[in-house]
């Protein structure tokens, strides 16, 4: 009988080997292995068409374009939008060039960005912070003067900081995928871009709160949540609610301090991206415990500075690790558990004198 399973392409990512389907990017194939091989992203988002290609967070080494054609490509590409090829090799974590480009892009959106975490609702959960943090300098050589841009009221749902903008365009493709016309667009170019004056005019729709979510840093924040509380000091809970809304999905975060919802958004996955987006009833009209059906504490991602002193399982060999260097060779003989569905790094040799 004729195989009929359609035929997978073989992609090594940092050593590590995975199938996946033809059309797949480099970045979520990176993802199928996880978190300790794919590349960072401030503009792609997986549930909005059109994202990605941007913020130059992702850029990659392919050293051999496929098994056909194993030459190397000259630059560095977007991860988030060049698709796989059978027999492709791409470098990310384990390449130089990468990490020192990558630090080049940290500071270069740094250039015009206010230094606000301290009073930024976005703190905490900041995915500007995350990158700053991981792939940054520490230091930045820009001696100008940083762009401003002037305050502006976009009604009473959501906060407006446009000096904060990173011009990731995700929330141009939100009002404009989820919201029923399109008044929604970046302003101008290079360093006057903005995309201030039409987000004004998406606000009144329904589903406008979900450019919050969207949102990689504090450029847009939940007015009625606004300097109430450190997120870390909140508790994230996971509930839901049969909306009459067609598009919305009811499911959603209580984010609590003691019995006050102080805040709902949407439910983000490990990679902290939407995939059911909610209605703005939802998200600013229901705050209180009867208004939900609850459904637990919800799982906050690992990185997340909400986590932090949070165990839920350690994964820790029996014995001390100098005993266990001596006697596995290699990291895949390591009785460690990773998380579900990622897979361990092959090749990598444990020295036996590690401390
Ligand atoms: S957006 Fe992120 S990096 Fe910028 S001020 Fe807010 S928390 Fe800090
Ligand atoms: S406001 Fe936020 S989501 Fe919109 S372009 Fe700026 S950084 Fe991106």
Same mark, same amino acid.
């Given at each position: 009988?004729?195989?009929?399973?359609?035929?997978? &392409? /073989? +992609?090594?990512?940092?050593?590590?080997?995975?199938?996946?389907?033809?059309?797949?990017?480099?970045?979520?194939?990176?993802?199928?292995?996880?978190?300790?091989?794919?590349?960072?992203?401030?503009?792609?988002?997986?549930?909005?068409?059109?994202?990605?290609?941007?913020?130059?967070?992702?850029?990659?080494?392919?050293?051999?374009?496929?098994?056909? @054609? *194993?030459?190397?490509?000259? /630059?560095? =590409?977007?991860?988030?939008?060049?698709?796989?090829?059978?027999?492709?090799?791409?470098?990310?974590?384990?390449?130089?060039?990468?990490?020192?480009?990558?630090?080049? =892009?940290?500071? %270069?959106?740094?250039?015009?960005?206010?230094?606000?975490?301290?009073?930024?609702?976005?703190?905490?959960?900041?995915?500007?912070?995350?990158?700053? &943090?991981?792939?940054?300098?520490?230091?930045? $050589?820009?001696?100008?003067?940083?762009?401003?841009?002037?305050?502006?009221?976009?009604? *009473?749902?959501?906060?407006?900081?446009?000096?904060?903008?990173?011009?990731?365009?995700?929330?141009? %493709?939100?009002?404009?995928?989820?919201?029923?016309?399109? +008044?929604?667009?970046?302003?101008?170019?290079? @360093?006057?871009?903005?995309?201030?004056?039409?987000?004004?005019?998406?606000?009144?729709?329904? %589903?406008?709160?979900?450019?919050?979510?969207?949102?990689?840093?504090?450029?847009?924040? @939940? /007015?009625? %949540?606004?300097?109430?509380?450190?997120?870390?000091?909140? !508790?994230?809970?996971?509930?839901?609610?049969?909306?009459?809304?067609?598009?919305?999905?009811?499911?959603?975060?209580?984010?609590?301090?003691?019995?006050?919802?102080? $805040?709902?958004?949407?439910? /983000?996955?490990?990679?902290?991206?939407?995939?059911? &987006?909610?209605?703005?009833?939802? $998200?600013?009209?229901?705050?209180?415990?009867?208004?939900?059906?609850?459904?637990? *504490?919800?799982?906050?991602?690992?990185?997340?500075?909400?986590?932090?002193?949070?165990? #839920?399982?350690?994964?820790?060999?029996? &014995?001390?690790?100098?005993?266990?260097?001596?006697?596995? !060779?290699?990291?895949?003989?390591?009785?460690?558990?990773?998380?579900?569905? #990622?897979? !361990?790094?092959?090749?990598?040799? =444990?020295? *036996? @004198?590690?401390?």
């Amino acid at each position: 009988m004729e195989n009929t399973a359609p035929q997978l &392409f /073989k +992609v090594t990512i940092d050593n590590i080997e995975v199938e996946v389907a033809p059309g797949t990017t480099i970045l979520q194939a990176a993802r199928q292995i996880g978190h300790h091989v794919a590349p960072p992203a401030m503009c792609y988002y997986t549930s909005l068409k059109g994202t990605g290609g941007k913020c130059r967070a992702c850029l990659v080494k392919v050293t051999a374009g496929s098994a056909k @054609d *194993p030459r190397p490509m000259p /630059k560095l =590409v977007p991860s988030c939008i060049t698709t796989v090829q059978d027999g492709m090799i791409v470098e990310n974590t384990v390449n130089e060039q990468v990490l020192e480009t990558r630090k080049g =892009v940290v500071e %270069f959106l740094l250039i015009n960005h206010p230094l606000d975490c301290p009073i930024c609702d976005q703190a905490g959960e900041c995915h500007l912070q995350d990158f700053a &943090f991981e792939h940054g300098r520490g230091t930045q $050589r820009y001696e100008e003067e940083r762009r401003t841009f002037e305050r502006e009221d976009i009604g *009473p749902y959501i906060q407006l900081h446009m000096n904060r903008c990173i011009l990731c365009y995700r929330c141009v %493709f939100t009002a404009d995928q989820l919201t029923n016309k399109r +008044v929604h667009g970046v302003l101008n170019r290079g @360093d006057h871009a903005e995309i201030s004056t039409y987000i004004s005019k998406a606000i009144d729709n329904d %589903f406008s709160g979900n450019m919050i979510d969207v949102c990689p840093v504090g450029a847009l924040t @939940d /007015k009625t %949540f606004r300097f109430k509380q450190r997120v870390w000091f909140t !508790k994230p809970v996971t509930a839901h609610r049969d909306c009459e809304h067609e598009k919305c999905s009811g499911k959603v975060t209580l984010w609590y301090k003691g019995e006050d919802v102080l $805040r709902v958004t949407g439910r /983000k996955n490990e990679w902290g991206e939407v995939t059911e &987006f909610i209605c703005n009833t939802c $998200r600013f009209d229901k705050k209180k415990t009867s208004d939900w059906v609850i459904e637990g *504490p919800a799982k906050v991602s690992h990185h997340s500075v909400i986590s932090a002193n949070h165990y #839920e399982k350690k994964a820790i060999p029996e &014995f001390g690790f100098k005993q266990a260097a001596q006697q596995y !060779k290699q990291i895949d003989d390591l009785p460690v558990q990773l998380p579900e569905g #990622e897979k !361990k790094p092959v090749g990598i040799v =444990v020295r *036996p @004198d590690s401390k």
